[in-house]
């Protein structure tokens, strides 16, 4: 049992009776690399050699301020897609303060359900979580916390799709950005 246990702490994947866990195949790769640029951290997965360790250092080290850019980069896009919206509905229908109340209202509500309401309906499907925890997880994740206790694809009893991981490292990107949005005009209500 100690054996099973150290390999599968060394990345070996179970093949035979049980479900892989596919740590360092493409996707469980994929998402190491989002969780480490974006500094989540989850704790479940890391390098185990020292070359592993250095590689890992160097990318962070240039893979967190590229994903700083990145997350800037989206997040300015998104605020222009709802800019451009409100100044359409203020063009047509002769609105001033109110389209960009309304667009902005719609942009959160949007956000909500993309980011942190439905996602939980995912994971409750693939992880088996109730959507509270599922609720739990895509807030701790979107705000970086990432404290490890709830992971996806992480399940042995459990086979995930080969799309699960990639989308969710997408989700947690984009969700990021809105997020950080979010947070800036609630710094901006508070000020």
Request: aromatic fraction near 16%; include cysteine; proline fraction near 3%.
């Amino acid at each position: 049992l100690q054996g099973i246990i150290q390999a599968y702490k060394s990345g070996i994947t179970l093949q035979g009776n049980t479900t892989s866990l596919g740590r360092w195949d493409f996707s469980g790769s994929f998402f190491f690399s989002i969780s480490a640029i974006t500094t989540i951290g989850y704790g479940n997965l890391s390098p185990s050699t020292a070359v592993g360790r250095i590689f890992c250092i160097v990318f962070a080290l240039f893979g967190i301020p590229l994903n700083l850019v990145l997350l800037n980069e989206i997040g300015q896009l998104m605020l222009l897609g709802v800019q451009h919206c409100a100044r359409r509905l203020e063009e047509v229908f002769h609105w001033q303060n109110k389209a960009s109340f309304l667009v902005k209202t719609c942009a959160l509500v949007i956000g909500l359900l993309l980011f942190l309401l439905l996602p939980p309906l995912l994971f409750s499907d693939k992880e088996g979580w109730s959507y509270e925890e599922g609720f739990y997880y895509s807030f701790i994740t979107l705000s970086t916390i990432g404290f490890g206790d709830y992971v996806i694809g992480m399940n042995p009893d459990r086979t995930y799709p080969s799309w699960y991981k990639n989308v969710i490292s997408l989700w947690i990107l984009f969700g990021m950005a809105w997020l950080a949005l979010v947070i800036k005009f609630c710094i901006n209500i508070l000020e």
